[in-house]
């Protein structure tokens, strides 16, 4: 599970009245009180549950393999190769990265969506930088 997914759960339950969650490595099992009274006891609850379960999603995480800097398009004038939400597919170009005056691709290594761009436009990277979420399809 990654922390990602953590944050987005903790956001989601955080206004509700959730009184049990069960987690395991598969799925992540929510339950909460329904209406606005407090139960007395656990056993109370059994017939005032909503049952929710949440999927957690796999997400890989792409790399930068060198040190330079990082282009979101191929020139100035030319619209990013993608954006948050773009469906992607393997070996599809998400960016480029200028090392001694060479442009190198990096590619999705999976079909997924773009969940996230962790780097800006231009921006100096490291060998193993984060560069994009993609969750996997």
């Known amino acids: 599970m990654n922390i990602k997914t953590v944050r987005d759960l903790i956001e989601l339950i955080k206004e509700t ?3 049990e969650i069960e987690w395991t490595p598969e799925r992540i ?3 909460r009180r329904q209406g606005g009274y407090e139960p ?4 109370a609850l059994e017939n005032d549950r909503a049952r929710v379960s949440v999927k957690e999603k796999h997400t890989v995480t792409v790399t930068s393999p060198l040190v330079g800097t ?3 398009s191929p ?3 030319t619209p990013p190769f ?3 939400g773009d469906r992607v597919t393997k070996n599809q170009v998400l960016c480029v990265i200028e090392a001694m005056k060479l442009m190198n691709e990096i590619e999705s290594h999976v079909d997924g969506v773009v969940a996230a761009i ?5 921006e100096r990277v490291g060998y193993g930088d ?3 979420i993609i969750e996997e399809l």
């Open 82 to 84: 993608v954006k948050v």
């Open 130 to 132: 984060q560069l994009f």
């Open 118 to 122: 962790l780097k800006q436009d231009g």
């Open 29 to 31: 099992h929510i339950v």
């Open 70 to 72: 990082f282009y979101r």
């Open 17 to 19: 009245d959730v009184v």
């Open 40 to 43: 007395a006891l656990k056993g």
């Open 75 to 77: 020139s100035p004038e």
